[in-house]
């Protein structure tokens, strides 16, 4: 079965300095990838995602991500962090049942703060 | 464009109380639909999902429904609230394909 891995429950990080967020997925197929953030008491938004081609993907907001199959991994990147960006961020992997369309399975979430 | 509403925002309720959250679509046709709940300091849950009016699949086995009377609408619903009921209710749709998910804002909901 499929799953995502998110090691870092909480991750505090200065304000300007890089972040990268870390996410490992188990799928045997070519996994469809993604990144969402979610805000306090808000909806999730979506911030990337990956099906294929390139594997450095461009996002809102500033962020990146990189899908590296030979680590199972798919991190998030920012070069500069902003106050705004403190939030919750969910990796997920997309399973392609037929049955269950294009059903999501997320990881347990990383709460990044960031210090003025 | 692509539109999800999602209501109430809040709610509090009773134990053994009913519930009903509903959740509509806009702007596309035929969309798959899910429940997710988010209980506190922890990660999303998938409860319920639909591929199409009147198909609904259930991930685990709870208190709850889930029925999707239009095509659009796709409602969450218990007969008897139960504490462990409380968290966050998010809903979502997608189009076909490789289409991502779009959340709702969400619903928060406190049975006391």
């Known amino acids: 079965a499929q799953s995502v891995t998110q090691p870092d429950i909480h991750i505090t990080v200065s304000e300007g300095a890089s972040l990268e967020l870390r996410c490992n997925y188990s799928y045997g197929a070519t996994p469809y990838l993604f990144w969402y953030v979610q805000s306090p008491g808000q909806g999730l938004q979506l911030l990337l995602k990956y099906f294929s081609g390139d594997t450095l993907v461009q996002g809102i907001k500033g962020f990146e991500a990189e899908f590296k199959r030979s680590q199972s991994s798919f991190n998030l990147r920012k070069p500069s962090v902003h106050w705004s960006d403190a939030a919750e961020y969910f990796c997920?992997?997309?399973?392609?049942?037929?049955?269950?369309?294009?059903?999501?399975?997320f990881g347990g979430g990383t709460r990044l703060m960031v210090k003025p | 464009s692509q539109t999800i509403h999602q209501w109430p925002a809040t709610l509090v309720q009773p134990v053994g109380s009913p519930l009903s959250l509903e959740c509509t679509v806009e702007?596309?046709?035929?969309?798959?639909l899910y429940w997710y709940r988010q209980a506190a300091g922890r990660g999303l849950q998938l409860l319920f999902y639909?591929?199409?009016?009147?198909?609904i699949s259930s991930e685990v086995p709870q208190n709850l429904s889930a029925s999707r009377p239009q095509d659009r609408q796709f409602i969450l619903s218990s007969k008897k609230l139960l504490l462990s009921d409380s968290g966050f209710y998010l809903c979502a749709f997608a189009g076909q394909g490789s289409s991502p998910l779009h959340f709702g804002n969400g619903t928060r909901l406190t049975v006391t």
């Open positions: 997920a992997v997309r399973i392609m049942n037929n049955n269950a369309g294009n059903m999501l399975t």
């Open positions: 639909s591929v199409g009016i009147g198909q």
């Open positions: 702007g596309t046709s035929n969309p798959n």
